[in-house]
């Protein structure tokens, strides 16, 4: 009986929520909403975190489970305080048959630009004279865009000792992480995606496709990558997004690769919500070369919205672990997943019922803080 009793408890806490939740027709102020599950929460005890503390989040946004999680049958180590350098150059990665192509040194640069879409002044970052700039000295923006109306911001460049162009996507620029995600949790699989040659039983949440095509952000992006093409026509296209930023990315990514005719279109998103579902994982996987998906510890937004609405994952995922190691500290492990986007031995594994809890966790990848007030 047992079983059946936590199936039924399973879908008390992810439907539950779902069936009375408000349906997202109005995405700004669904992304506003509070769920009666922060009431549940909020009554476990939790440890503070200057983080946290610091945007204001209400208690029951704070990981539950503070204590680093038991050591998976993983491997990469890097302290989470180190350069760049240092870290990814510690790095060694045990699952060596699905590491193939996997690259922590590029990951932990990549995870640096797409930090830099959190900083405020976005003059500095269009004069790449931004702090966080400095450590990827080289990088040529062509363009920073902010659509105020629907609070979104995106940027585009060239990146010479990569030969490539790079587009990143930054996520909702909120201090309400949680409960945007916690809202989340109500969305289903529900639109169709417009383009030529998608297969007839892909489905997409609206309110990503929504946020994609009907803010300024498609337009902008499929002319700005247009005009760059020209100036750079080789070398590959990474499209990089954190969390909402995530999701565009991975729309941004499909479009850009049907529009132009793209040979090598390369995504790294860090702790990207779902985004449609198996048939629109598969369709993605066939389109783009690479797809690495990041995700940390017990980060909220990749365990949403729910797998049981008709959600997937793209593949693959790369999975980020705290653990103690005693006399070293905290370390910082990195587990490659399998290849079906929901590997059950990772962030799945940290999620009891497929409900992950932490914003600390959303908020830093690959050692590099993605939401600090605006810092730069
Ligand atoms: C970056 O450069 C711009 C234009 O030269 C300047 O206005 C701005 O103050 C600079 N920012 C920093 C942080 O140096
Ligand atoms: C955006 O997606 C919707 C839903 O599929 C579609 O009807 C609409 O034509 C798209 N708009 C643009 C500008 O691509």
């Not at 150059?89 to 930090?115: T, Y």
């Not at 109306?149 to 995106?154: A, E, P, R």
């Not at 994982?281 to 940390?296: A, G, N, P």
């Amino acid at each position: 009986m047992r079983g059946p009793a936590l199936l039924a408890l399973a879908l008390l806490l992810v439907v539950g929520p779902a069936c009375c939740a408000r349906h997202p027709g109005d995405l700004q102020t669904q992304l506003m909403l509070s769920s009666g599950l922060n009431g549940l929460l909020s009554d476990r005890s939790s440890l503070a975190d200057p983080l946290v503390a610091d945007l204001g989040l209400p208690a029951a946004a704070q990981d539950q489970q503070q204590e680093p999680l038991a050591n998976p049958a993983v491997h990469t180590l890097f302290s989470a305080d180190s350069a760049i350098g240092r870290r990814a150059a510690r790095a060694s990665l045990q699952r060596p048959e699905k590491s193939a192509g996997f690259d922590p040194v590029k990951a932990a640069k990549l995870a640096q630009l797409q930090s830099i879409s959190y900083c405020a002044a976005l003059d500095d970052v269009a004069n790449w004279n931004c702090t966080r700039c400095a450590q990827l000295p080289d990088f040529e923006p062509y363009l920073v865009h902010f659509d105020a109306s629907w609070d979104l911001l995106g940027y585009i460049g060239y990146w010479p000792s990569m030969g490539a162009k790079v587009i990143v996507f930054r996520g909702t620029d909120s201090s309400s992480w949680y409960n945007w995600a916690e809202n989340m949790r109500a969305w289903r699989t529900d639109a169709t995606y417009p383009v030529d040659g998608a297969p007839p039983a892909l489905r997409l949440h609206s309110g990503f496709l929504i946020l994609w095509n009907s803010s300024s952000m498609a337009s902008t992006f499929h002319a700005a990558f247009g005009e760059l093409l020209k100036l750079h026509p080789r070398g590959p296209t990474y499209v990089l997004g954190h969390s909402m930023g995530g999701a565009l990315a991975h729309l941004a990514a499909l479009d850009l690769q049907i529009m132009y005719g793209l040979q090598d279109v390369k995504v790294y998103t860090f702790g990207s919500p779902r985004v449609g579902n198996s048939v629109f994982s598969e369709f993605f996987s066939q389109k783009v070369s690479e797809s690495w998906r990041f995700t940390h510890g017990r980060d909220i937004v990749p365990s949403v919205p729910p797998q049981l609405l008709g959600f997937r994952h793209v593949s693959r995922e790369v999975w980020l672990v705290d653990v103690d190691d005693g006399p070293a500290g905290v370390q910082q492990r990195i587990v490659v997943c399998d290849d079906t986007g929901e590997d059950p031995s990772c962030h799945n594994a940290a999620c009891r019922l497929g409900l992950c809890t932490s914003v600390a966790d959303h908020l830093v990848y690959m050692g590099a803080h993605m939401y600090r007030g605006g810092e730069c």
